[in-house]
C-alpha cells in the first residue's frame, strides 16, 4: 500500500513536471561543430522526456550563414524557441535595440545566474532596461595554433611579433617548402585581421575603434592594414575554398605551420581529430598579443513570439546551469564562464585558456560579435573583399569608415 502510494505520488510529481510539446534551437553548430551542443540536447531530453527537441542548424563558420536565415525568420514573425548570439553588439545592438528579445532577469534572479557568472560578462548582455541571454562559453580569438613537433623539424618558434614573422619565421618556413600561415575563406581572413589589428594598435586603440574614438583612416589603422597585407604574403593562395577546420587539418598534416583561430579550434582537434593538446598540437596568443585575451561568448536568448516559451526559459535554465556548462565546454573547446567551472573536466589547453582569462587584459572580438552590430559585422566581409580585390589599405581603410559612419558603430 505505502509502496502504490509512493509510485502514485512520484507519477503524479513527474506529471506535473514534465514539459510537453516542442523546443527549437537555432545555430551554426553543425557536422563538427556539433558535438558540445548535442550533449547538451541529450541532458535537456533526459530532463524533459516528453519535448521533442528541434536541432536547428545552418551550416557555416562564425553563423555566416545562420545569421542571414536568422535574420529573415525573425523579420518574417517565425522565430525560434532560442537562437545562438554573441554577447555583446550582436545581441544589444542588433536584437534588443529591434525590441526582438524577452527580458530574463527575473530567471536569472531564480538560477543564481546573477552571482554565478562574473559582473562583466552580465554586463556584455545587459542593458538598463533588462538582461537579454544566457552565456554558454567564453570562447579566446586570437590564438596561434601550431604542431610542436613541426616547428621543431623546421627549425622555427613561435614569433612573437608580425614582424618578426614576416621578417624571420615566414622566409624559413617558405624556403622549406612549408606554408608559414594557413587562411581560409573571407571570415576567416577578417578573423586574422582583428588579431593583427590588436598586436599593431595595441589594446587601448584597438577598443577605440569600437566606440568611434579612433577613426579607421587614422594613419595608425592604414599601417595595421599594411601589416596585414604583408602577413598575407606568407599565406596560401587557395584560402577562399578553405573553411576553417580545413584550415586547420593543414597544419596538422604538416603543410603549414601556423593557422590564427578561435578556441574552437581546439574543440574540433580534440573532439573531433582526437588529438592530445601539447602533443598533437599546441598554442600560444597571436604574434604581439600575449597578455591579451580576445573573447567572444556564445549565449542563447529568448526571442519575442518564441512557440514553446516555457520551453525555452527550461532550455536557458539548463544552458547556464554548472552540469549543463561542464558538460558542453570540454567537447566545445570553450571555458566556462561560471565562477564554480569545475576545471578537472577541462584539458590542458582548457586550463590554460581559464587561467589566461583569469589573468589577461580583456578585448572584444569583432568578428564573433562582442565590439560590434550584425550591420557592421556584416559589412565588414565587403571592407574585406575590397582590400583582397585591390591591396589597398587606404580602399578598405576608407570603406570600413563609410561603413561605421552609415550604421553608426559606437551609438
Ligand atoms: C564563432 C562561434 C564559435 C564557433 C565559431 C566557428 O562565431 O562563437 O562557437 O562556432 O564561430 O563557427
Given amino acids: ?24 534551437i537555432f545555430s551554426w553548430w553543425a557536422g563538427d561543430e556539433g558535438p558540445a551542443l548535442e550533449a547538451l540536447i541529450d ?30 525568420r525573425m523579420l518574417g514573425g517565425d522565430p525560434p524557441d532560442s537562437f545562438q548570439v554573441h554577447a555583446g553588439e550582436e545581441l544589444i545592438g542588433t536584437w534588443v535595440a529591434a525590441d526582438r528579445m524577452e527580458d530574463i532577469t527575473e530567471l536569472f534572479e531564480e538560477e543564481g545566474f546573477m552571482d554565478a557568472f562574473p559582473a562583466a560578462l552580465i554586463d556584455l548582455i545587459s542593458t538598463d532596461e533588462g538582461i537579454w541571454s544566457v552565456p554558454v562559453n567564453i570562447h579566446r ?4 595554433w601550431f604542431v610542436p613537433g613541426n616547428l621543431e623539424e623546421w627549425g622555427v618558434s613561435t614569433p612573437g611579433s608580425w614582424s618578426e614573422f614576416t621578417g624571420e619565421t615566414c622566409p624559413a618556413l617558405q624556403e622549406q617548402g612549408v606554408t608559414p600561415l594557413v587562411v581560409g575563406e573571407n571570415w576567416t581572413m577578417q ?17 577605440n575603434l569600437w566606440t568611434a574614438d579612433l577613426a579607421f583612416t587614422d594613419p595608425s589603422v592604414i599601417a595595421a592594414w599594411e601589416t596585414f597585407g604583408d602577413v598575407l604574403e606568407c599565406t596560401n593562395d587557395d584560402a577562399s575554398g578553405l573553411s576553417w577546420q580545413q584550415a586547420t587539418d593543414r597544419v596538422i598534416a604538416g603543410e603549414a605551420a601556423f593557422n590564427v583561430m578561435g578556441d574552437w579550434a581546439a574543440g574540433y582537434m580534440v573532439t573531433t581529430l582526437e588529438l592530445t593538446p601539447g602533443e ?22 529568448l526571442p519575442v513570439g518564441a512557440p514553446n516559451d516555457d520551453n525555452a526559459r527550461e532550455w536557458l535554465r539548463l544552458v547556464g546551469s554548472k552540469e549543463g556548462q561542464d558538460t558542453f565546454n570540454p567537447l566545445k573547446g570553450s571555458i566556462s564562464p561560471r565562477l564554480d567551472s569545475d576545471l578537472s573536466l577541462y584539458n590542458a589547453y582548457l586550463r590554460s585558456a581559464a587561467e589566461d582569462w583569469a589573468n589577461d587584459v580583456q578585448v572584444g572580438s569583432l568578428v ?19 582590400y583582397l580585390n585591390s591591396g589597398s589599405a587606404e580602399a578598405a581603410s576608407n570603406a570600413a569608415q563609410a561603413v561605421a559612419n552609415q550604421v553608426g558603430l559606437g551609438n
Fill in 1 to 24: 500500500m505505502v509502496r502504490r502510494t509512493l509510485v502514485l505520488l512520484a507519477a503524479l510529481a513527474i506529471g506535473f513536471a514534465t514539459a510537453q510539446g516542442e523546443l527549437e
Fill in 43 to 72: 541532458l535537456y531530453e533526459q530532463e524533459h522526456p516528453d519535448v521533442e527537441v528541434i536541432n536547428a542548424t545552418v551550416t557555416g563558420g562564425s553563423g555566416v550563414n545562420a545569421r542571414a536565415v536568422l535574420k529573415t
Fill in 141 to 144: 580569438s586570437n590564438v596561434l
Fill in 191 to 207: 578573423h586574422l585581421w582583428e588579431s593583427v589589428a590588436l598586436a599593431e594598435l595595441g589594446v587601448d586603440a584597438y577598443r
Fill in 280 to 301: 598533437g598540437f599546441s598554442w600560444a596568443a597571436s604574434p604581439g598579443t600575449d597578455g591579451v585575451f580576445m573573447l567572444l561568448s556564445d549565449s542563447f536568448g
Fill in 368 to 386: 564573433h560579435g562582442a565590439v560590434a552590430k550584425e550591420a557592421f559585422m556584416s559589412e565588414f566581409a565587403t571592407v574585406m573583399e575590397i
